[in-house]
């Protein structure tokens, strides 16, 4: 599985990790698809036969590596980076912290900055309940 150039999917750390710890698991397993995996993005696998490959070891981190090599990216630290600055970054934020559209994010910043006080906001059509509770705890209610 690859993600060439900018056509990456949203990506999942646990999902990445589910990934690699499959791909060990196939290994193990002596699956060929999993043996072609691993010939195909690591280093030291890259010159052997699938059933070469089959009968070595195949750490975790190496299971990692080839997942991140799939993903487009040089390492797994460099995958795991990269989802997280996304997350931070709120590419994901709908997803990760139950907040169901940006225009949420916006009553939220525009109460954060006011006076604390509950109150019914209208935006895009869309009438929100924000109250925030003492002390840094906030309640979004959607109609």
Do not use: Y
Request: net charge positive; with cysteine.
């Amino acid at each position: 599985m690859s993600f060439p150039g900018n056509s990456q999917p949203d990506l999942n750390l646990e999902q990445q990790r589910k990934r690699a710890k499959d791909l060990r698991r196939g290994h193990r397993d002596r699956n060929l698809e999993a043996a072609v995996r691993v010939a195909r993005h690591l280093p030291r696998a890259r010159n052997q036969s699938a059933e070469e490959v089959l009968r070595s070891t195949l750490t975790l981190s190496e299971a990692q590596f080839v997942v991140a090599r799939e993903a487009g990216f040089s390492s797994w630290p460099k995958l795991k980076h990269h989802i997280e600055e996304s997350t931070l970054r709120g590419a994901d934020l709908g997803r990760t912290s139950g907040i169901k559209d940006a225009r949420a994010v916006v009553v939220m910043v525009i109460v954060a900055v006011s006076a604390f006080e509950p109150s019914r906001v209208t935006v895009g059509g869309e009438t929100v309940q924000v109250t925030v509770c003492r002390p840094v705890q906030l309640q979004v209610t959607f109609d």
